[in-house]
Nanobody, 114 residues
Framework: QVQLVESGGGLVQAGGSLRLSCVAS????????MGWHRQAPGKERELVAS???????IYTDSVKGRFTISRDSTKNTLYLQMNSLKPEDTAVYYC????????WGQGTQVTVSS
């Protein structure tokens, strides 16, 4: 059973920064694609960023140049560095890992005040 535990969310003013972390249990962390989704109130969950086992990354247009996804295989941890935060980034952020199925974390709240 894979468990993903996110942390690092919180309340920040517009223009500020946060770094989200997602610690994964299980073996062979580095070989599985991982990423972050977010869900704002009243909206559908959307992909924010993803990273492959080789380190290739994809970002949704609204966060390009502001967010950076990375992974540390020595710590079984996925990160999302979020800079220049905007009120529209307010959402619950979920990490995921793709094995034979997709596993999700429980989510961490990010609130950006104007």
């Amino acid at each position: 059973q894979v468990q993903l535990v996110e942390s690092g969310g919180g309340l920040v003013q517009a223009g500020g920064s946060l770094r989200l972390s997602c610690v994964a249990s299980g073996s062979f962390f580095s070989i599985y694609p991982m990423g972050w989704h977010r869900q704002a109130p009243g909206k559908e969950r959307e992909l924010v960023a993803s990273i492959t086992s080789s380190g290739s990354t994809i970002y949704t247009d609204s966060v390009k140049g502001r967010f950076t996804i990375s992974r540390d295989s020595t710590k079984n941890t996925l990160y999302l560095q979020m800079n220049s935060l905007k009120p529209e980034d307010t959402a619950v952020y979920y990490c995921y890992q793709d094995r034979y199925r997709r596993y999700w974390g429980q989510g961490t709240q990010v609130t950006v005040s104007s």
